[in-house]
């Protein structure tokens, strides 16, 4: 497809799981981002990435959220040790250069039980 | 901080009753700022970029303008199918280029009945 492809859709969990999302932007896009939305909310940035740098991990809420994308296309966003509170729709978006105009993802909706 | 607020945060309007969304932002030097739509289960859709105050956008029944200190989304003679959150967001402005992400507000939810 030409959009954002992500995923699992659809995650649940136990508390204290690991978890990996998979975000597969469109090609030839160089920027991609992870935020988390949550009900009620806008999206929250997470992470930026540059190519396979992280340009930007101001966002991560902490050590157990990790992401790499060691090719430069397919990013995976990974969570250790799941809490509740992680419970969230993950959105991927990507874009030709860090100027705001992302096409995003549908999301992965993950629960953490 | 940096803060963006959206308002109101629920809009119901009659099909064909004109109406507008306002985003109010607090930023140490803004690059641009960007409308977005969401569907439920969707991810967010790029409408506009806005540069500059002054500065305005259009697509079909939708415009978007921009101040210093605010934006605002008319939405003039609206649809059912207009029903959707829009959410505004702002890239910052950091020394010497732009800062990657962007910081969104909570969203309107704008319903709109036939």
């Known amino acids: 497809g030409a959009g954002v492809s992500q995923t699992p859709s659809n995650k649940v969990t136990e508390k204290g799981k690991y978890v990996e999302l998979r975000c597969d932007p469109i090609?030839?896009?160089?920027?991609l981002y992870w935020y988390r939305q949550s009900l009620g909310q806008g999206p929250e940035f997470l992470i930026y990435?540059?190519?396979?740098?992280?340009?930007?991990d101001s966002g991560l809420p902490n050590d157990r959220f990790f992401a790499v994308r060691p090719e430069g296309s397919v990013s995976t966003l990974k969570i250790q040790r799941t809490e509740r509170g992680d419970s969230a729709v993950y959105l991927c978006?990507?874009?030709?250069?860090?100027?705001?105009?992302?096409?995003f993802g549908e999301g992965s909706r993950l629960t953490v039980l | 901080e940096d803060q963006v607020t959206q308002s109101p945060e629920a809009l119901r309007l009659q099909e064909g009753e004109s109406s507008s969304l306002n985003c109010s932002y607090t930023?140490?030097?803004?690059?641009?700022l960007f409308w977005y739509r969401q569907d439920p289960g969707k991810g967010p859709e790029f409408l506009f970029t806005?540069?500059?105050a002054g500065e305005e956008k259009e697509k079909e029944r939708l415009k978007a303008t921009l101040t210093k200190k605010e934006s605002f989304l008319h939405i003039t003679a609206p649809k059912p199918e207009d029903s959707a959150t829009y959410l505004c967001?702002?890239?910052?402005?950091?020394?010497?280029?732009?800062?990657?992400?962007?910081?969104f507000g909570k969203g309107t939810k704008l319903s709109v009945k036939p």
């Open positions: 990435f540059q190519g396979t740098g992280a340009a930007d």
């Open positions: 090609s030839g896009h160089t920027a």
């Open positions: 806005l540069y500059s």
């Open positions: 978006a990507s874009s030709l250069r860090s100027t705001g105009e992302l096409f």
């Open positions: 930023v140490s030097g803004l690059r641009g």
């Open positions: 967001a702002v890239l910052l402005k950091r020394y010497g280029g732009s800062q990657g992400n962007l910081i």
